[in-house]
């Protein structure tokens, strides 16, 4: 066997499997960085991405309670309005409280135009 190794096929044959075995051995090594290496780079953007999905949900967040609170300030300035011209409807005389005149339907109308907003 000792001879088959050192005629020169056998020298040729461990040569190349020497060389398949370097060539094997720096394709696992490589393989192996390289799959690190896109993982380390698949966790930044995934965080990266997290970090902009949360931006943008504090965002909208930040929107929707600022429409919210418009609309209950408007919601107010209009029941104030509706109980200013309740009080003031009160204060007339029994026998006018029921009629309206024309400055209490522009009241109306304009109370109506303030809610269809």
Same mark, same amino acid.
């Given at each position: 066997?000792?001879?088959?190794?050192?005629?020169?096929?056998?020298? @040729?044959?461990?040569?190349?499997?020497?060389?398949?075995g370097l060539l094997g051995?720096?394709?696992?090594?490589?393989?192996?960085? %390289?799959?690190?290496?896109?993982?380390?780079? @698949?966790?930044?953007?995934?965080?990266?991405?997290?970090?902009?999905?949360?931006?943008?949900?504090?965002?909208?967040?930040?929107? #929707?309670?600022?429409?919210?609170?418009a609309r209950a300030a408007?919601?107010?300035?209009?029941?104030?309005?509706?109980?200013?011209?309740?009080?003031?409807?009160?204060?007339?005389? #029994?026998?006018?409280?029921?009629?309206?005149?024309?400055?209490?339907?522009?009241?109306?109308?304009?109370?109506? %135009?303030?809610?269809?907003?």
């Amino acid at each position: 066997m000792i001879a088959a190794l050192l005629s020169p096929i056998g020298r @040729w044959a461990v040569a190349a499997l020497i060389v398949l075995g370097l060539l094997g051995g720096t394709y696992a090594i490589g393989r192996r960085h %390289g799959a690190a290496a896109a993982s380390a780079k @698949w966790q930044v953007a995934m965080a990266a991405e997290q970090t902009r999905q949360a931006a943008v949900r504090a965002k909208a967040l930040d929107a #929707a309670v600022s429409r919210e609170l418009a609309r209950a300030a408007e919601a107010k300035s209009l029941q104030s309005q509706v109980e200013s011209y309740e009080t003031q409807l009160a204060s007339r005389p #029994a026998d006018s409280r029921c009629t309206l005149s024309s400055a209490d339907a522009a009241s109306l109308r304009k109370l109506q %135009g303030d809610a269809a907003r």
